[in-house]
């Protein structure tokens, strides 16, 4: 009897351990399921280079509604970024500083969505420790920067104005191109070049203000300077991107860094 008693208790004990084992064997398989819920939606925006400062600020506030987005700038002149979304980039939304680029992708069917959502004034800048008060101070040997023309909007702009006011063949001589506005800062700053148009922005960052380079003067065009996005995936989160840039904190954020509405 004594026996049978303990073959029982034994066969009962083995039998508990069991379930346990199954317990923590089948909580641990759950795990991965409740991690991979939190994994990280990526966002690809292609943005001006003029947007670099803002861009980073607009997407720390879109973070504070969408915590579990990942978002990825690609920045560049607009030209430029457009041609490598017609090209098949992966992008979910394009800031562009102009209008022209995004409607020559609506027309093609690779953006939706779009938003004229900031404008922007050209800038004629120089060495702050210089005494050049206009382009006519430049000397045969300085240099002025501009933004390639074709595709970045800062140095159509440029070009442009030249051209109306009759002086582009007496800079020529002297221009020298950059791939965007950042570069042209960067040239003027360091002084590889004398002067250069920028966008005014670019001076007022409020976190990371130039003390190199001054503003000259603020020029005159026939036509303003407006920003356009779209979207350019099927993504929601770009869409809600958009929807936030219409939003009264992106608005001020944007103004904030000198950006008018």
Known sequence: MKLKHILVIILTLCLVLAGCSNTNNSSQKKEPTNSSSEKKQELQISAAASLTEVSQALGDEFKKEHKNVDIKFNYGGSGALRQQIETGAPTDVFMSANTKDVDILKDKNKAQDTYNYAKNTLVLIGDKDKNYKSLKDLKSSDKLALGQIKTVPAGKNAKQYLDDNNLYDSVKNNVVYAKDVKQVLNYVETGNAQEGFVYKTDLYNPKKKTDKVKEIEEIKLSKSITYKAGVTSDKKLARDWL?????????????????AM
């Open 243 to 259: 929807k936030f840039l219409k939003s009264p904190k992106a608005k001020k954020i944007l103004e904030e860094y000198h950006f």
